[in-house]
């Protein structure tokens, strides 16, 4: 699990200036209607400024190699990971997850995954981790 970033916020490129790329989060709502939501918590290590309320708006990002450290919400519960993106200028990213929150006998696991926005491809791995209490 990575550790909670600390340091200073992450500053999206202007996208009048420069040619970017640009990452979403997703949620789905789970049987009883709460929302459960994975979105991009930092870029390459710097916290992006109120992240989980910003879940579906688009984060600009410079093209290149990035990391993305993607976060997982739901009540008491949360997960965090580290997925490495190729991003591309002009195309759109979204951090895609799945988890047992919520479920009879789970509360345990999120898997976090990037894809292609356009197409649905699967751009990464997989990453499994653990859920963990606020």
């Known amino acids: 699990m990575p550790a909670p970033v600390p340091g200073p916020f ?3 490129p202007k996208v009048t200036e420069e040619p970017t ?20 918590f930092a870029i390459d290590n710097l916290r992006v400024e109120n992240a989980s309320d910003r879940w579906s708006i688009p984060l ?3 093209p290149g190699r990035r990391i993305i ?7 008491n519960r949360y997960a965090r990971a580290d997925l490495e993106l190729a991003a591309k200028e002009y195309e759109d990213y979204v951090v895609k997850f799945t988890t047992d929150a919520g479920l009879p006998r789970g509360d345990s696991f999120c898997e976090f995954w990037l894809e292609d926005a356009k197409s649905g491809k699967a751009l990464t791995s997989v990453v499994r981790v653990n859920l963990l209490k606020k």
């Open 60 to 62: 600009p990002l410079r």
């Open 69 to 75: 450290n993607a976060e997982f919400n739901y009540l």
């Open 21 to 40: 790329a640009f990452l979403t989060g997703s949620a789905r709502n789970n049987t009883i209607g709460s929302l459960f939501s994975a979105f991009p």
């Open 10 to 12: 992450y500053i999206s």
